[in-house]
């Protein structure tokens, strides 16, 4: 059965169309003054190969989301599908770093360690992005492991079986 919704002022038809969309899970991590920070998302994509560019997009509704709105240096963690813990971690009242083998970057963000691959960033620039901030990240060093993704697809994490 397939239904046609107006997109503006009807919320959840549009984020269950959005949810259609399978995407990866990332973790992205910052440094603040009480620590390293860290939140979950899937609003990750390439922008440019020269220079080295992506962007997130962290929602202004998150508690962290002032870390992120500031973050000078930042990594981005693509999670394997097997790292439901990571994930996790950076959910409401998850222990966060407690318990992830990590490091602290050259630049200062926090690392973990044992993901898919890792962009450790500098904001490159941010664009106001309505409920949601998309920060463009220039990325200055790139580490790549071996597995398969995580998959977020329609509220559900899983595995790509191919």
């Given amino acids: 059965m397939i239904t046609t919704f107006e997109a503006d002022g009807n919320a959840i038809p549009f ?8 995407t990866g899970v990332t973790l992205v991590t910052t440094m603040t003054d009480q620590g390293p920070v860290g939140m979950v998302a899937n609003s990750f994509a390439s922008v440019s190969l020269d220079p080295p560019l992506v962007l ?8 962290r989301f002032v870390h992120f709105e500031r973050a000078e240096r930042f990594a981005i963690h693509i999670l394997g599908h097997d790292q439901a813990h990571v994930s996790a971690a950076f ?6 770093f407690a318990d992830l083998d990590h490091d602290v970057g050259d630049h200062g963000a926090p690392l973990v360690n044992g993901v898919l691959a890792r962009f450790e960033c500098t904001t490159h620039a941010t664009h106001d992005g309505g409920d949601h901030l998309i920060v463009v990240g220039r990325v200055g060093r790139v580490t790549v492991g071996d597995g398969d993704p995580m998959i977020f697809n329609q509220g559900r994490f899983g595995r790509f079986a191919g």
Avoid: E, K, M, Q
């Fill in 15 to 22: 984020r269950d169309a959005l949810g259609r969309f399978a």
């Fill in 56 to 63: 997130w997009s962290p929602a202004r509704s998150s508690s």
């Fill in 91 to 96: 959910g409401r009242g998850g222990p966060g």
